[in-house]
Structures are given as C-alpha cells and as structure tokens.
Nanobody, 123 residues
Framework: QVQLVESGGGSVQAGGSLRLSCVLSGFTDTEYTLTWFRQVSGGGREGVAS???????RYADSVKGRFTISQDSAGNTLYLQMTGLKPEDSATYYC?????????????????WGQGTQVTVSS
C-alpha cells in the first residue's frame, strides 16, 4: 500500500523560506508523476510543482523562480523548497502520486495523497 507523509510546514514571515518533505512508502511505480498541490480553506486544490520519473519538472506561474521541486537520489522523498514566501502562499500543501501523466496539475489524475501540511505566511 502506497503512503505519502508530508512534513515541514509552519509559520514564517513574508520573504522567508520553508522546505516541505514527502516520504513515499510502498511506492513501486517506475514511471510516475509526483506533484505538490495546495489548497486554501474553501477553495479547490491547485497544482504548484511536479516532477516525473524522467526528471522533468513543471511549476505554476505563481511560484516560478521561488519554489523548487526535487527528489532524493533513492526517490523515497519528495521535497519542495520554498523561498521568497508571500502571504498568498499560505495554504495546506499536499503531495500526490500518479502513474506518469501529462495531467500533472489535474487533481483527478492522482490516486494517492498525503494528509497535508499547513504553511502560513504572515506579512
């Protein structure tokens, strides 16, 4: 059974940095897409950054140049390095896994989700 467990959220001031981690267990797909989504209370989930098994990455326009998605060499942990944080980045962040897909920011394409980690950025 695949499990994703996020950590690293917290409260920071605008301009600060955080690094989110997502530990993958039971994950055996050799072709996959891993995406960080975020959701504000009352809103839908939006794709923030994705990486696939070929190493290709994709970023939402709102985070380009500020966020970096990566994996450790073993592929067991997914990271999201967030710098230059803004109040509008405040949300619950989720990692999600899918078979390799071009729909890297489409929620219904993802079969496994973590429980989420809260990020709060104050001005």
């Amino acid at each position: 059974q695949v499990q994703l467990v996020e950590s690293g959220g917290g409260s920071v001031q605008a301009g600060g940095s955080l690094r989110l981690s997502c530990v993958l267990s039971g994950f055996t797909d050799t072709e996959y897409t891993l995406t960080w989504f975020r959701q504000v209370s009352g809103g839908g989930r939006e794709g923030v950054a994705s990486i696939n098994s070929y190493g290709s990455t994709r970023y939402a326009d709102s985070v380009k140049g500020r966020f970096t998605i990566s994996q450790d060499s073993a592929g067991n942990t997914l990271y999201l390095q967030m710098t230059g944080l803004k109040p509008e980045d405040s949300a619950t962040y989720y990692c999600a896994a899918a078979k390799n897909t071009l729909a890297s920011f489409i929620v219904r394409a993802f079969h496994t989700w973590g429980q989420g980690t809260q990020v709060t950025v104050s001005s």
